[in-house]
């Protein structure tokens, strides 16, 4: 006997009972982020590794240790992409949208990084993109973080999650703070995590969002962030407080978050829960401003937000926010006994979908006899069982039967559709 092939560690298939939520969670945030006028883009999984290099940061996590990458037949290095923005400003500058013009994209899809599975993380995971295009004031970092607490409000999760917001200003101001930083930290490197003894030399700043309660306690004196911002980042800054503020965000300043990319500068934000245990991030963004040029395009203002999918459902289930229409259910179950009665059932059926497109209608097929029919009826959960046999096709009628009552009735076939409309919808 063969040996079975098991899916890749890290890499999960999404099963039928788990694609509904995922389906009710898409066109979720297909719907609201159409409200606000974004339209999708699609760009390939596979890209030039210097895409992720020179966008993402080479000193960055993602790079240094989670890249999937190979090369192909021609020598090239290619990478499965680990992340979304860096995609996204390749194919809109490639396709000429970008300089000179405004642009509001979102994208879904599969996304890569090698690091340890656990629940909620994942080696492939997806991940949900919004991104602006074309404006530099504060008022479009509002629109997004806004659009994000309409969907938390549309799918219930808006009292189960904390908006957490922080300015990390220009890239000089970042550059003056970051040597402040090391030189404070250089002074406890003993102390500090494996992690953060390396990013000391690589990427400072990721050392504030250090999880080591060792390193947490010498940062307390720290030198901090905020000192270093100049005027035009904090009325930037106040700016999309006071726009949140009027439209009756909540939020929390959390001066450690830096996010891990080295593309951001201004704003960033972090939409967290408590529900995930480690996992606490379901919702993560902010500005990029230098990121087009840094990846050959011509100087635009950018600013955008991604979440994982995984992550929220794993959250809409944990706290039961899945709707009963989001769960998939079959309406009507049509069985027959005899070559005529079979031809009538995909007749009906099709009747059904015609005039009552929103029925889930499920014909038996592969024959059987009255008992093994009935017993699949009852096994899928239908509301409502359809039964035809030779006498009634020859009265051009059926038997409809209600799975929950146990109440059966004939009725003519030109009559079914509407009786289960009626019952139904």
């Not at 039964?387 to 799975?403: P, S, T």
Request: aromatic share 8%; hydrophobic share 40%.
């Amino acid at each position: 006997m063969a040996r079975k092939i098991q899916a890749i560690r890290g890499m999960n298939d999404i099963l039928p009972d788990q694609s509904s939520v995922w389906l009710y969670l898409e066109k979720t945030v297909a719907e609201v982020v159409k409200s606000y006028g974004y339209q999708q883009i699609r760009f390939p999984i596979v890209e030039n590794t210097d895409l992720f290099k020179r966008g993402v940061g080479e000193t960055t996590d993602i790079v240094e240790k989670e890249m999937y990458t190979f090369s192909d037949r021609n020598g090239e290095s290619l990478t499965l992409r680990p992340e979304g923005t860096a995609s996204c400003v390749r194919a809109a500058d490639q396709a000429g949208l970008l300089f000179n013009q405004t642009q509001r994209l979102w994208y879904t899809g599969p996304m890569f990084r090698y690091e340890r599975p656990q629940k909620g993380r994942y080696r492939q995971f997806h991940q949900i993109g919004v991104e602006s295009f074309g404006m530099a004031t504060a008022d479009i970092d509002a629109e997004l973080i806004i659009l994000s607490a309409r969907l938390w409000k549309k799918l219930g999760l808006l009292d189960q999650v904390e908006l957490q917001l922080n300015t990390i200003g220009l890239a000089s101001e970042r550059e003056a703070y970051k040597a402040a930083l090391v030189e404070y930290l250089t002074e406890f490197k003993d102390v500090l995590d494996e992690d953060s003894q390396r990013r000391l030399s690589t990427n400072p700043l990721r050392i504030l969002d250090s999880k080591e309660a060792a390193t947490q306690a010498v940062l307390k004196d720290a030198p901090n962030l905020e000192d270093f911002i100049g005027d035009e980042s904090q009325a930037h800054f106040e700016r999309l407080q006071a726009i949140l503020t009027a439209n009756g965000v909540s939020f929390v300043i959390n001066s450690r978050l830096v996010r891990g990319l080295d593309y951001y500068g201004k704003t960033v934000f972090e939409w967290v829960t408590t529900h995930l245990g480690a996992q606490a991030t379901v919702c993560a963004g902010g500005r990029y401003d230098g990121l087009v040029e840094q990846l050959g395009g011509k100087a635009t203002p950018a600013v955008g937000f991604a979440m994982g999918i995984e992550r929220l459902v794993l959250l809409l289930e944990t706290l039961d926010l899945i709707p009963d229409e989001a769960k998939f259910a079959t309406d009507v179950f049509i069985m027959s006994m005899g070559d005529e009665a079979e031809l009538s059932s995909f007749v009906l059926a099709e009747t059904l979908r015609q005039e009552a497109p929103d029925l889930v209608v499920l014909r038996h097929c592969g024959g059987g006899n009255f008992k093994n029919q009935m017993k699949k009826a009852d096994k899928s959960a239908a509301r409502f069982t359809v039964i035809l046999g030779q006498d009634e096709v020859a009265g051009g009628v059926c038997q409809v039967k209600n799975m929950s009552t146990g109440v059966q009735e004939t009725l003519p076939l030109n009559d079914v559709a509407g009786f289960i409309g009626r019952h139904t919808l």
